[in-house]
């Protein structure tokens, strides 16, 4: 018996044979020499993709859900997109073969969302990574990979956003990547289907396709090539209890998260953009906790106008009907760059121009079109505003005005709006600090916990060398969240978590214990938390 670990992504037990995925392999580009064939050539390839895409697209709709369609969806967009078409361009002109330019132009601009901070943004580097490969398989043929009949543990490096979406869903126990996230599609999907499933693991695809079977644990995070029967009796028996665990909480779909002592917990969903709000929908949230904005911004060549935000807006409030939704307004800058805004470089842009810094700096070119979006689109649902890196009462209080101004803006021209309850996202020490200041401005608090550790600790998290330095747990941070709550609750106005801990199950009744009335997580993690909190005798 061999064993290993990895990150898991969704708990559950997998025992079977296994399947070590091997990606198309491209024969080698060669230049015909002439550029203007070239650039034929690629743009053929383009409009062949974007037909396999389309075909994808409704095969992803049918059998998946809008939400994995969607991803799709992008890639789609990204064939368009002016930034990589140009990009190709120049190196198909500097004499590049179509298919060497369409594949290193895609690793550019995926190496640029891979090294933002957000972990959804992250992960959307697979899209662009995805699409340009596409492209760069038409122009150099490249031979699929086949699956063998019935069910399997499939295993492999990593799982590119379509190869997820074209697997045969019904016959996949789990997967075992060697790459991924807890953002990446493979997560997503294996969240999607219910399915245990590890990322980041160390496991050796030469020794997995001469093993027998293999088993995963997505409880611990630990795999197993041919266990041994004591091992194989305990992951079965983990297995069936898995299964009884998952039926169980069916009954608490539905019901209102309530403790047993009568406090209500707000369970509600973080989404990245309008197609996400129907997953929220299907897992039985609440409400939105956080819709990250910056989804509509990135992996375009300018901004966005105010009439295609509010159209996303619009579309999220319509889907959850009255149902909460707490937009975050752009939370982009530093290292969270896109070309088109102009942003300067900066020597450490964690401490940099981000949030609603920027948003300031910048108000009529980018605060007031997104607020204007916003209010536009209250008339549609149950919206709320909340505001990024804050870190003084000053800077609240000036985009409060600027919200007062907006509206009084639109009924002036005749467009309905509704009252939006304006918040703050805790994530800055400061903010943490001068929590009971800040609630006489806000109408609502949202710890950001994954910056909040970051900068409470001084730890890069997503420096690896550091991993044992960042501790989510940490007394520091315990501290600060049981200020944040206690100045929510003594000024009258609800404070929630729409970070990492939100979800983690050792955390929620010390939550419940400390105030906070809302939870905000992953849709796949709703039931499972309000078994805990209906359960909690807080």
Known sequence: MKQGSGLPVFPGVAIGKVVVYQKAKRREAVSSGDAAVEQAKFDAACETAKEQLSRLYEKAKAELGEEQAAIVEVQMLMLDDLDYLEAVADEIANGAAAATAAAECGESMALVFAALDDEYMKAR???????????????????????????????????????????????????????????????ILARTLNIPSLV???????????????????????????????????????????????????????????????KQILLCANIGCPEDAEAAVAGDAEGIGLMRSEFLYLGRDSLPSEDELFEAYKKVAEIMGERPVVIRTL???????????????????????RGLRICLTRVDEIFRPQLRAIYRASAYGNLNVMFPMVASVWELQEAKALCKQIREELEAEGIPT?????????????????????????????????DLTQYTLAVDRQNAKLGRFYDPYHPALMALLAHIAKSANEAGIWAGICGELGADPKLTETFVRMGFSELSMAPGRILGTRKIVCESEE
């Open 418 to 450: 509704k009252d939006v309850p304006i918040g703050v996202m805790i994530e800055t020490p400061a903010a943490a600090v001068l929590a009971h200041e800040l609630a006489k401005e806000a109408a609502f608090f949202s710890v950001g916990t994954n």
């Open 331 to 353: 939370d982009i800058g530093a290292d969270k760059q896109v070309d088109y805004m102009d942003l300067d470089k900066e020597e450490n842009p964690a401490l940099g121009l």
């Open 200 to 262: 980041q693991s160390d496991i050796d695809l030469q020794d997995a396709a001469q093993c027998e079977v293999l088993a995963v644990d997505g409880f611990t995070g630990n795999w197993y090539m041919d266990p041994d029967a004591e091992t194989l009796a305990m992951l079965t028996k983990k297995q069936a209890e898995a299964a009884a665990d998952r039926e169980a909480l069916e009954v608490y779909r539905g019901k209102k998260s309530i403790t047993k002592s009568g």
């Open 125 to 187: 580097c697979a899209d662009i990574r995805d699409v340009s490969q596409r492209v760069a398989g038409i122009l150099s043929g490249a031979d699929d990979f086949k699956l063998p009949d019935g069910s399997f543990l499939l295993a492999a490096e990593d799982l590119a956003p379509s190869e997820t979406i074209q697997l045969p869903r019904d016959r996949i126990l789990a997967f075992v990547t060697q790459g991924g996230s807890s953002s990446s599609h493979t997560a």
